[in-house]
């Protein structure tokens, strides 16, 4: 029984322009099914199948098969269907036609159709779906709804009478097409009688997860997906951290605001010069207690902090991202939650992970000058010093 997998993938999208060449987070969208659809390890074969030859290169970089589909089979001079106007010199938008010209000349039992605008799709939801598409003609993706829903202004799943707490709604089902697979045979025999063989045979559904169901269709569910994309990064990061007000001081992410409160505020706006150094920060600073923003953008902020003896930062905790220091002179006493004190001096380099409350102070009889690295703008939970904050590790 051999089973492949399809990725279509065009040119020409108009909502959002040559979406398929689109960076998302760093890659093409296509990489990220490429990537889930290899490590379920469901398919014989997995196929790019694209009238475009830019993709070709994609496919061989991934070890799948390219297939170069005919521009007037399901393409952009598609005229496999008599009846809508969509199929004659146009962009084709109707999956059956390039889904039967893949099927008649790739030989296979089952094959599953993944879109590349659903990137969150995830191998093992791949594989789970392929084992349940072995028992049936058709499978489709579907995702479930717990909202109070209408159709023309009608209640479907709930009673205007009472209300229904969310969670006892039947949930309503609506078609995804992140991923959909059909017996092969089934299909085209649909086809061939002028039926449609989207719906064809014996039809069951798949439940697909709501994060793995978002298609991108629009900026806003682009901008949705890239932050999810980003934020699964840090996937084990979600859920971890509670605000106890017995223990939380309070919580900041101004960074100008905050520093100052420190004592060592921001006085320049230079930031993210092509080239510095060190000793040219020091001549502009010359002996005051400041910050120096060295690197301040969309990700990062990165500032030269410089403090005399006895003055640091308050006891605090940032949940979403780690931080790290360069000493460049003098000593800093580091106080960390759950741990002994220690001294960094020049060229010492400490890391704290997300979620560890610490402060630092500037000791000894020299002023002290070190690099703080971090997110821009990240959150400051300021808590009661010797206490672990509930949601720590």
Partial sequence: MKTVAVIPVALGSKRIKDKNLLLVDGEPLIHYVLRAAIESNAFDEIYVDSEHDVFESIAKSHNVKFRKRPKDKGGSECYMCNISSNCKGTRCQIHDHYLYS????????????????SPLITSKTISNFVEQLHTTD???GVEDHKKESLFQNLPINFSTSVKTPTQHLTPLKTVCWALTGWSSETFKNTYENDLSPTFSGKIKYFNIPKIEALDIDTH???????????????KDNV???????EKTL????NVKKLIEE??????WDVNNRRKTSIEEIKDIIKDQTSSFPVVWTDNDQVFLIQQSPGEGCRYHYHPTKDEWWVIFEGEFLYEIDGEEPFKAKKGDIIFI????????????SERGIRLACGENNFSHVYVKENDKPFGFN
């Fill in 102 to 117: 893949f099927m008649t000349s790739i030989n296979a039992d089952y094959v599953v159709q993944i879109h590349t605008t």
């Fill in 138 to 140: 058709t499978l489709i």
């Fill in 220 to 234: 806003e569910e682009l901008f949705i997906a890239e932050a999810c994309l980003n934020h699964l990064k840090r």
């Fill in 239 to 245: 859920g971890k951290h509670y605000y106890d007000p």
């Fill in 250 to 253: 309070g919580i900041d992410r």
């Fill in 262 to 267: 420190d004592g060592s505020p921001i006085q």
């Fill in 353 to 364: 992970e997300k979620g560890k409350a610490h402060k630092m102070t500037c000791v000894g």
